[in-house]
């Protein structure tokens, strides 16, 4: 089983930056694109961004294109979010997962979700 822990998230004005993590045991991570979801109350968890296992391609939501930029560390086992110029709508909780392509959605492939991580986008 993998096990997803996430941290980075708090409070920032909007236009402001914040650096989310996510590091993942099992030895599994190297091979599994790694992807960010996004939850509001009330509201279906949505597809945020996605990175493939070397690195090299990565996939946005049009919401966060130009700027969120995912990334990933495999030697460390972690998945980053830099999020640049947040609004105050970005505000929700943040989950890292494995996930996949299941048609034109992403969906997520590992067993769990983590505990999330909350960003909050002030106006």
């Known amino acids: 089983q993998v096990q997803l822990v996430e941290s980075g998230g708090g409070l920032v004005q909007a236009g402001g930056s914040l650096r989310l993590s996510c590091v993942a045991s099992?030895?599994?991570?190297?091979?599994?694109?790694m992807g960010w979801f996004r939850q509001t109350p009330g509201k279906e968890r949505e597809f945020v961004a996605a990175v493939t296992p070397s690195g090299l391609s990565t996939f946005y939501a049009d919401s966060v294109k130009g700027r969120f930029t995912i990334s990933r560390d495999n030697a460390k086992n972690t998945v980053y979010l830099q999020m640049n110029l947040l609004k105050p709508e970005d505000t929700a909780v943040y989950y890292c997962a494995a996930v996949g392509r299941n048609g034109d959605r992403w969906i997520r492939t590992s067993n769990t979700w983590g505990q999330g991580t909350q960003v909050t986008v002030s106006s």
């Open positions: 099992g030895r599994t991570f190297t091979t599994n694109i």
